[in-house]
């Protein structure tokens, strides 16, 4: 005979406050960053290419969760896709007191490897208190040796859970924390405990509708509940209930019942289909604008409830950023824009966070919202060393990304920041490329933003350079426009000024040292040391630029070979 054990209640990762209020300020004299998310904004919000003497703007319409985003331009279209938002809740309204139980594989394939079921219990729970009224009223690790059985358990477990459920009062529905139930195992199990038995895909996606903003995340969430749809299509045609639902007689237009609906649903499933698509060529060519102007971007992922949203706060100070203390409290990809230590304007993407055993409909659904990982210039990978299974979520977080199919070296230069390390006294990380903070309390950001500094310049071709710029030219302000300003170091008496900037491979138009014809700007660049420092000479470009041609305080540092210069 089997014995129930009541499961290890969740220890103070589950039960800490909300994690999202105080989060610092940046640090660095930089200037005032833009306390806003970027998002569906126009051509012309984002000016420069290495955000130079410009601040990324974001004055399109934002997308912090509660806010919509742009609207659809034809009327007709804003109608249907209102229209296949419009359906019945998932779960029941109200405060419910549920019955956790987690089945337990002892032993065989289905036996987890990396993970405990006290922690698959506790996270679990998690999901539940996630959900407005709702409550976990007893918590249970169940054994079973038959986990894809019909009922999941024997015959006598069935007995006893039953005695169990049905004489507690207060219990008021099951979660059943299993990935999927089929229809009839559902039935079955209800009509066995007398109570609604819920499973972790319909609870997933609840809070995912819930949690939905953003007209795109709501299609998306709305896409993944078909085949919930079509399964209790199944279940109505199969049981009818006396009213009508379960009619096998031909209709009108010759289908049955059944075949109505199934065409309904898959007609349904067409037009949300062809509503995100829209969605995401909007989301596409902006993706592309952000690209073309040449900003940094930084994707952030994570485990859910992490703290990627705290961490973004924190290195941007944008007070709208609001985390939230919560399973899935972001579900659409917003951009957040900040500056690092070399005063170069980045964009960091906030994304939907990662959780094991999900199903795969609800993969499918998202995933297209992280085509921007794919576009991005480096991925920060954010753990909550606070967890005991930090590992297995690592594993998790890994495993889905590269199940995008991301480009390799995006995939071999992801960095990975140890959040919470406040809540680990003594904290080292095991190996020595991991960045460890404190997101809420500010520990640490100084080295990660200087660590986001270099791995940004070598993803991004950027370079360090000093140039020698005439004052009374155009090319100072040229390089306010195309280039990161760092400083200025004015020489009054030759009419020049050194300055430092970090610049982009497109800006510069070639490798350090080489020489740059600026056909657009009237004006060559070259280098003048082996130290990267060039100088910016107002020149004809239809002119060779050999050294005779230069002025006298740039004729020792470089040797004239007509349109051939070559640098010293």
Known sequence: MWALRAAVRPGAWLSRVVRGRGAPRAAPPLPACPHRALTASGP??????????????????????????????????????????????????????????????KRGPGKPQLTRAEWQVAEAEALVHTLDGWSVADRMVVPTK?????????????EHLAEKIRGSPEITAVFLNVERLATPTKKDLEATWGVQVFDRFTVVLHI?????????????????????????????????????????????????????????????????????????????????????????????????????????????????????????????VTAHAGWLPSRMAVIYMDTIGFLSELPHSLIESFSATLEDVAHSDLIVHVRDVSHPETELQKASVLSTLHGLHLPAPLLDSVLEVHNKVDLVPG???????????????????????????????????????????????TQLSWLHREATVQEVDV??????????????????????????????WGFRIWCVSQTH????????????????????????????????????
């Open 208 to 332: 995912f509708r819930c949690n939905a903003r953003t007209r795109e995340a709501r299609l998306q969430v709305a896409l993944a509940e078909l085949p919930l749809l079509r399964s209790h299509l199944k279940r109505s045609i199969a049981h009818p209930d006396g009213r009508g639902g379960g009619s096998r007689y031909i209709m009108g237009s010759g289908e049955s019942f059944m075949q109505v609906q199934q065409r309904l649903l898959k007609e349904k499933e067409i037009k949300i289909r062809k509503a995100l698509e829209r969605l995401r060529k909007k989301r596409r060519v902006l993706g592309k604008q952000r690209r073309r102007q040449d900003f940094p971007v930084i994707s952030v992922v994570g485990y859910t409830n992490c703290g990627k949203t705290t961490l973004i706060k924190a290195l941007t100070g944008d007070d709208a950023v609001q985390p939230r203390d919560q399973l899935f409290a972001t579900l659409d």
């Open 533 to 568: 420092s060039c100088e910016a000479s107002l020149l004809p470009t239809e002119r060779p630029g050999h050294c005779d041609s230069l002025p006298a305080t740039q004729k020792p540092l470089c040797t004239g070979r007509g349109e051939n210069t070559v640098c010293h």
């Open 146 to 158: 038959t986990p894809d059985g019909k009922l999941i358990f024997g015959r006598g477990t069935l």
């Open 44 to 105: 012309g919000d984002l000016k420069g290419r290495g955000g130079g003497g410009r601040r990324p703007r974001a004055d399109g319409p934002r997308s912090r969760a509660g806010e919509e985003e742009e609207e659809p331009e034809d009327a007709e279209e804003e109608e249907e896709e209102e229209e296949l938002l419009r359906r019945d809740p998932l779960l029941p309204l109200g405060t419910q007191r549920v019955c956790l139980i987690h089945p337990e594989v």
């Open 427 to 473: 904290y080292s990380p095991a190996g020595p490329q991991a960045v460890t903070v404190s997101a809420l309390l500010g520990h640490g950001l100084p080295e990660l933003k200087a660590r986001l500094e270099d791995a940004i310049l070598r993803a991004t071709g950027r370079q360090v350079l000093t140039l020698r710029v005439r004052l009374a030219g």
């Open 491 to 520: 020489i009054p008496e030759a009419g020049v000024a050194d300055v430092r900037v970090v610049i982009s491979s497109s800006a510069y138009g070639g490798p350090a040292c080489g020489g740059r014809d600026g056909a657009s």
